[in-house]
């Protein structure tokens, strides 16, 4: 396998590399190029997604190689975008709608749970609602108020959504192209702290399902999904020196949660802790916890244990490393579960 | 009272209404009236829980609905839609299981009746309209479908109509937004709900044409219909259309109006019934004698029986359809689920 760095003009003669280093926002930016190339169904608009490619970048590009009819902004309206997309899909297109920051997935509420969390039921199956929601997420980033919210337990609660994030390039690559070909709506939550960290993207080789084993260990299993995973690897490392030795599960898809992998890893490892920036308070971190309970009940050394954001409002970014679980506070939650004793 | 701002629909004005077709639009509006009436009595009856009735409304819905090309365009409607759904020749039976309480959206076929689901969010499904209605000019295409909203005087109170007007006429959207109002949103009066007293004066902020029309006259509102969505195919943009009806009935079955307006106020404010005002016009134009309207009137019975017929034997659906559902691909928690609910039921 040959690794490259992307660069803008590829040789004509030369074989695809099957592996290129890329950025997230890259392998992003490449995985909508090709769907909007794959399928002639498949049109992407939001707010700033034209001409600017959107604040991130991630569309960059795209409406002047594919058209403005396929690529196209939006008067600065959630509800407009999400209602839209409902009206495109019922039309037979393939909606790839961004809403710009997480927070501003909020006005467009009624149009994600009650519109398109439900026509594909109400219509009984005749009106499907192929929509990917790209969802620029998670905090890290020192942005203002409603830009750094975490919004994947609210989604998972609703009856007939999807819900992923992927944590590296590949994964964003895989996963999008992956999403974006399904016939049922996909929040597609993007770590927006780690669009510009590079990592290799495989072509060939993509699995889009489940959660991945992101660094295999033997003591216990950290869960993350999105810039969560990043950190977890991070403290991995660290624990290493002391002698523990890590497995990092990054979950992947938050709807619906690869159980298997769970039963696996921690079955394996028998201890668990859940990471993620949230709420602790009805976060997914209490699913996590429930779905390993459930089958590693006979063999789990230690209560699952949550190193979450807080119950507070999403603080400002002097505060937001207080409020993001940091290395030190995921080592305590490391330290609790092996030395919890039972009585 | 109808207003006719400038629509440019091509060089063709609509063809006006032969006798026969005014005669179909009196029994569609007798077929709606009568199935309305037995509605609100099968709910007395015990036999659907439930229902939203249209009395007073039938010409704006018929006329509206009648005018609507079912090759091409789409239908938006809310949960008070039944006359447009009758004038656009919807499975009835179909139409009428969601006050059964048969399924949310009806058991008609959306794609095949070119009328969505019925939609109980109030103003959820105008920017339904929007989307569809961009995506038929994609490509370039012309002469395109249009898509027709329909939404009353409290649902102009929502920011998704603002925001699905705006973006229509951003995107010269074919759309065409039917707004009913018909005087009361529940217990609350126009007055109350729409400052300024009209949803067609909005459009021109958003520089949409539109037209506020009788809509107690069913001639005046198919006219009206006609024009806007040739204005529609024609590449304009939307149009916004303002049919001034009158709520004869309660908000539903489970309203009580005697609360918020005596009977006198009611007497005063509905008018002319819009069924018998038509009746005396096409007896005074030549159009149809009584042996027509009594034909009309049995007709109407015989139908709403069937109905009634239809909608007793549809029976509940099967528990497993509430899982299978959801998505195009189950998910294995779902699965999971429904195989709990099978085995720990008596539904096997």
Known sequence: MSETTMTPVQDAEAPAPNVVTMSMQQ????????????????????????????????????QAKHGEDRVFDTPLAESGILGMSVGLAMAGFHPIPEVQFDGFAYPAINQIVCQIGRMNYRSRGTLPMPITLRVPSFGGIRAPEHHGESLEALFAHV?????????????????????????????????????????????????????RVAKEG??????????????????????????????????????????EALARS????????????????????????????????????????RVTGF????????????????????????????????? | MTTHPVLSGGDVAPAPLTHEQLRELYALMSAVRR???????????????????????????????????????????TYREMGVAKAMGLDMVGYMSTHKATWHGGMYNPLESRFAPIQAVVAGSVLHAVGWAHGQTLGGHTDSGVAVTYFGDGASSQGDVHEAMNFAAVMKAPVVF????????????????????????????????????????????????????????????????????????????????????????????????????????????????????????????????????????????????????????PTPDLQSQATAWREESEHV
């Not at chain 1, 992003?28 to 002639?40: I, K, R, Y």
């Not at chain 1, 399904?182 to 702290?193: A, L, N």
């Not at chain 1, 970014?317 to 609790?336: A, C, K, V």
């Open chain 1, 159 to 211: 009856p007939g959504l999807k819900v992923v994030s992927p944590s590296t390039p590949n994964d964003a690559y895989h996963l999008l192209k992956y999403a974006a070909g399904r016939p049922d709506p996909v929040i597609f939550m993007e770590p927006k702290s780690r669009y510009w960290q590079k990592g290799p993207v495989e072509f060939a080789a993509g699995n889009p399902t489940g959660a």
């Open chain 2, 35 to 77: 199935l309305d009436t037995a509605a609100v009595a099968w709910q007395r009856q015990g036999i659907i829980p439930g229902y939203a009735p249209e009395l007073g409304q039938e010409a704006a819905q018929v006329g509206s609905g009648y005018a609507v090309d079912r090759t091409r365009d789409f239908v938006f409607p």
């Open chain 1, 27 to 62: 392998a992003l930016n490449l995985a909508l190029d090709e769907v909007l190339g794959e399928n002639p169904k498949a049109v992407i608009f939001g707010e700033d997604c034209g001409r600017l490619g959107g604040v991130f970048r991630i569309t960059d590009g795209l």
């Open chain 1, 311 to 343: 119950d507070v409002p999403y603080p400002s970014g002097d505060l937001e490393d207080e409020y993001i679980p940091n290395i030190d506070r995921i080592l305590f939650g490391i330290q609790r579960v092996l030395e919890y004793r039972r009585d």
């Open chain 1, 266 to 305: 921690v079955g394996k490892t028998r201890r668990a802790v859940v990471v993620h920036e949230a709420p602790l308070t009805s976060g997914l971190g209490a699913e996590v916890a429930q779905l390993i309970t459930q089958s590693c009940f006979d063999t789990l050394k230690a209560p699952v244990e």
């Open chain 1, 218 to 259: 033997r003591h216990l299993t950290l869960v993350a999904w999105g810039a969560m995973v990043s950190r977890c690897l991070q403290v991995a490392e660290l624990a290493a020196e002391d002698g523990i030795d890590v497995e990092v599960l990054d979950l992947r898809w938050l709807k619906p949660i690869d159980a």
């Open chain 2, 178 to 329: 039917f707004v009913q109002n018909n005087g009361w949103a529940i217990s609350v009066p126009t007055e109350r709900q729409v400052a300024g007293g009209s949803v067609a004066a909005r459009a021109a902020g958003y520089g949409i044409p539109s037209l506020q029309v009788d809509g107690n006259d069913v001639v005046a509102v198919y006219q009206a219909t006609q024009s806007a969505l040739a204005h529609c195919r024609s590449g304009n943009g939307p149009v916004v259309i303002e049919a001034m009806t009158y709520r004869r009935g309660p908000h539903s079955t489970a309203d009580d109006p005697g609360r918020y307006r005596t009977l006198e106020e009611e007497r005063l404010a509905a008018g002319e019934d819009p069924l018998e005002r038509f009746k005396q016009r096409l007896l005074a134009e030549g159009v149809a004698d009584e042996a027509f309207f009594a034909e009309a009137q049995r007709a109407a019975e015989e139908e709403a029986e069937a109905i009634r017929t239809g909608i007793e034997e549809l029976g509940p659906r099967p528990g497993a359809e509430m899982f299978s559902m959801v998505f195009q691909e």
